[in-house]
């Protein structure tokens, strides 16, 4: 999976309701730009190189899959579209809003229509200082010097003021945190590693994923699934215990909940569709004896694709050993899925149609998918 980059954003108003403002647009640059993982104080500083009413002034950082020329145009929408109208003159002026790219991760770009880092950021305590909440130890990566000397060593004389209202993270809408330990579940290729990775990054969870690649009896049960079916079941069955009660029992004080790509009981569902009856009843007695004392989690999502949808991820990620899965087999794992999840009273599950969405590419996708989780 990509990693997303870092942009710190500047943003300013002196017109109008000033706060609402700047709260309109972070919450704009949630939905467009990329997920905003710190927010810092609200300085009232003096209108700077004109005669104007005193401006509000604030910094966030923005993990995005978006260019700097693609986080430029969005900015320049959310401006638009909260009211500030298009300059006729090359002067400063008063306006509702102003966002600005400051950093983009450590890159150095000179366009036409966009400089970064910006070049004048330097210069300016009223960047300066909301930068120097969040981003203290930063290093510019033209002057090599971190923004806390850069603050330092600004001759900007400007009166600079924190005020006590703060800005809000729109990612706490979701309500996450209210959760210990949430699995995804899907049938292969259902885009369930993608999204608990996508949540771990967004909301500060620790991550937990399955290690099925390194089960050397997979390809072996693909080719020939009738000899395999049950070594192979049983080999997950021991490979997920180990996993998930070492990762349940170790802590992180320094994340706000876990997220898994698996649940255990996955094992119950792939062993009722290829093993045998008499197996099948066999390694359900080893199955509940070794998970007995295993914690649940606290919220269970189901991504449901269609055939079609499973078929065309699956051969998008070119796992040689995947290549010859069958239509009907995916078809009995949906089944056995929802077969099972109809039989869990004490589970909170969430299923999830998601075979008309593309959360990894489309970020109205992924925030869709966020709301029907947290609904």
């Known amino acids: 999976m990509i990693s997303a980059k870092t942009v710190y954003i500047a ?4 017109k109008g309701n000033k706060m609402q403002y700047l709260q309109s647009a972070i919450d704009a640059i949630f939905e467009k730009v990329g997920s905003v ?9 003096p209108a700077f190189g004109f005669e104007g009413d005193d401006f509000f002034n604030a910094c966030i950082k923005v993990e995005t899959d978006l260019k700097p020329k693609k986080i430029l145009k969005a900015l320049q929408a959310i401006e638009s579209e909260l009211g500030r109208v298009e300059k006729t003159t090359d002067r400063y002026e008063s306006r509702v809003i102003d966002l600005d ?3 983009y991760d450590d890159e150095i770009l000179e366009g036409k229509t966009l400089v970064v880092p910006h070049p004048e950021m330097q210069n ?12 203290k130890g ?6 090599k010097k971190t923004i806390e000397v850069l603050f330092e060593e ?7 003021e924190s005020i006590k209202i703060w800005l809000k993270n729109p990612k706490k809408n979701f309500g996450f945190s209210d959760y210990n330990f949430i699995a995804i579940e899907g049938n292969i290729g259902a885009g369930k590693t993608s999204l608990a990775n996508k949540i771990a990054q967004d909301f500060n969870a620790k991550l937990i994923l399955e290690r099925f690649a390194d089960n050397p009896f997979l390809p072996k049960f693909y080719k020939e699934p009738e000899r395999y079916a049950f070594t192979l079941e049983m080999s997950f069955l021991a490979d997920r215990y180990q996993q998930i009660s070492d990762d349940l029992s170790q802590l992180d004080l320094f994340k706000d909940f876990m997220v898994s790509d698996y649940d255990v009981h996955k094992s119950l569902v792939f062993s009722k569709v290829t093993l045998p009856e008499d197996e099948f009843r066999l390694y359900r007695k080893l199955f509940y004896q070794v998970y007995k004392d295993i914690a649940r989690p606290d919220l269970y999502v189901y991504l ?19 290549s010859e899965i069958e239509d009907e087999y995916l078809e009995k794992i949906n089944s056995g899925y929802l ?13 999830i149609d998601i075979s008309d969405k593309d959360f990894v590419k489309n970020r109205e996708d992924y925030l869709w998918l966020l709301r029907e989780i947290s609904s």
């Open 11 to 14: 943003l300013g108003s002196n």
């Open 37 to 45: 993982s710190k927010i810092s104080k609200v300085y009232q500083t």
């Open 101 to 103: 790219i400051l950093l």
């Open 124 to 135: 300016r305590k009223f960047v300066l200082q909301p930068l120097l909440d969040i981003a």
């Open 138 to 143: 930063i290093k510019h990566p033209m002057f």
């Open 154 to 160: 600004c001759n900007d004389e400007s009166e600079i």
């Open 304 to 322: 449901y694709q269609n055939t079609e949808r499973l078929q065309a991820n699956i051969k998008k990620r070119g796992r040689k050993y995947e």
């Open 339 to 351: 077969e099972f999840l109809k039989s869990q009273t004490e589970l909170n599950v969430k299923i």
